[in-house]
């Protein structure tokens, strides 16, 4: 819905706060209070102190019932307008993306001139509560007309309901982890431990080589004394990561370890998205435009039990059909690395012809990429995944790479759980 003609959305920039593993530096840290920190270090770089956006889009996956406003929260936290509004949205890992592709599509309408995009997620933080039994021994004493009443439910009251039932990111409808999942699409596709070490160890390098040539200093804002991903491994080798024991499937035959998957990661990060005409008008320089985005989801109950994480090969797929565009049409891939197996599956779905024409509606096999090309300043398995952050770090660090390339094309492939896979295309 629009009355006047679609505008391109530019990307202005980002920002982001260190990622850390879970329970080390930001142990005591809230998701609002990263995504403040995270909004507050924009503001700064851009001078949006005072200004009014139309809108800005944040969310969390591990959320705290006290942060059903968070976005809104985040951003009276910070020197934009208190005029701003803000929502709060949910895609699994591919929040920050989602976010991004719905303020982008507002200012390509004409709804709003320029808005931020983001995403935080704590996991040790995580909201941790008690059995329903004792919830409803909270709810009938609460509700009780007398006295009597309000005492009679506490009669119930064991040891065992008080035994917290901690938040699990396995999959409600398998009971699979995301891991246990993944280690079967391994096993499907084939992909062997050697291929994933490689692609973790190519991961920690690029990444502490970006960090060292100072490409991430004007993307991150140190926070809570932390100044630099703390995964991160520079002297990691393949030999290290050979001797990691398998993590999943703990047999002989297991194929996925604690280095080739992501860790659990806190952390938070953002975009600031706006027409052409607001950006020059506030002095403020694009180094990219989010050109498209595209979801899509699979059944992984039934016709894909062992492609939990494989919905972005279903999304990559339509995508290019609706930009008339090839696989290799493109400058740069951001792949979110979820596990090393994951990223190497879709890149063996997108080079069989089976899957292509089976799956996918295709005549022929999307082909191979130059994996010289593939998560050029280092990706997840390097810098860590905090769910709803992936994708504004993945999105802010692409347009900065185009921008420094002097111009180019760049896709974005972020799989989430639940079978669903967020993507975009980001152009110079």
């Known amino acids: 819905m629009h009355y006047r003609d679609t505008r391109k959305v530019a990307i202005v920039g980002g920002n982001r706060i260190p990622f850390c ?10 998701n609002l209070d990263m995504m403040t920190a995270t909004l507050n270090g924009l503001v700064s ?3 949006l102190d005072g200004l009014r956006l139309g809108d800005v889009a944040l969310g969390a996956v591990m959320k705290h019932s006290r942060d059903w406003n968070m976005a809104r929260e985040a951003v009276l936290g910070t020197k934009l307008a208190p005029e701003t509004p803000a929502y709060d949205l949910q895609r699994a890992c591919g929040t920050g993306l989602e976010a991004a592709i719905q303020v982008g ?11 931020i995009a983001g995403g935080t997620d704590s996991v040790s933080d995580t909201p941790i509560v008690y059995p329903d039994s004792y919830r409803s021994i909270l709810l009938e004493s609460f509700v009780g007309k007398s006295t009597a009443a309000k005492l009679k439910p506490w009669l119930r009251l064991r040891p065992s309901n008080f ?3 901690l938040p699990s990111s396995g999959e409600p409808r398998t009971g699979l982890s995301m891991g246990e999942s993944t280690e079967r699409t391994a096993k499907t596709w084939g992909i062997t431990r050697e291929a994933q070490d490689e692609l973790a160890f190519t991961s920690h390098q690029r990444a502490a080589k970006a960090w060292t040539e100072g490409f991430y200093a004007d993307l991150v804002t140190p926070f809570h004394g932390i100044e630099r991903d703390n995964n991160m491994r520079p002297d990691t080798t393949l030999e290290k990561l050979a001797k990691l024991k398998p993590a999943f499937d703990r047999s002989a035959s297991g194929t ?8 659990l990661t806190d952390g938070a990060s953002a975009v600031l998205l706006a027409s052409d005409e607001w ?3 506030h002095n403020l320089p694009v180094q990219a435009y989010l050109r498209y985005g595209k979801v899509a989801a699979i059944d992984f109950l039934d016709t894909c039990p062992d492609g939990l994480l494989l919905a972005p090969a279903y999304a990559v797929s339509d995508m290019l059909n609706d930009a008339g565009l090839g696989l290799q049409d493109f400058d740069f891939y951001e792949i979110h690395e979820a596990f090393a197996a994951q990223t190497l599956a879709t890149l063996k779905a997108w080079e069989s012809e089976e899957f292509c024409q089976k799956e996918l509606g295709r005549s022929a096999a999307l082909g191979s990429i130059d994996r010289s090309k593939l998560n050029v300043k280092g990706g997840s398995l390097a810098m860590g995944h905090p769910f709803a952050a992936t994708g504004g770090r993945i999105l802010a660090s692409l347009a900065k790479i185009i921008h420094e390339n002097g111009g180019g094309r760049g896709l974005i492939s972020v799989c989430t759980a639940g079978g669903m896979g967020v993507t975009a295309i980001v152009e110079g």
Do not use: F, H
């Not at 996925?256 to 860790?263: E, L, V, W, Y």
């Open 105 to 115: 599509n507002k200012i390509a309408l004409g709804q709003i001139d320029a808005g």
């Open 163 to 165: 035994k917290p039932e």
């Open 256 to 263: 996925m370890t604690a280095g080739n998957s992501t860790p």
């Open 45 to 47: 770089r851009y001078k």
């Open 21 to 30: 593993r879970s329970y080390t530096g930001y142990v005591k840290q809230s």
């Open 279 to 281: 950006a020059q008008a």
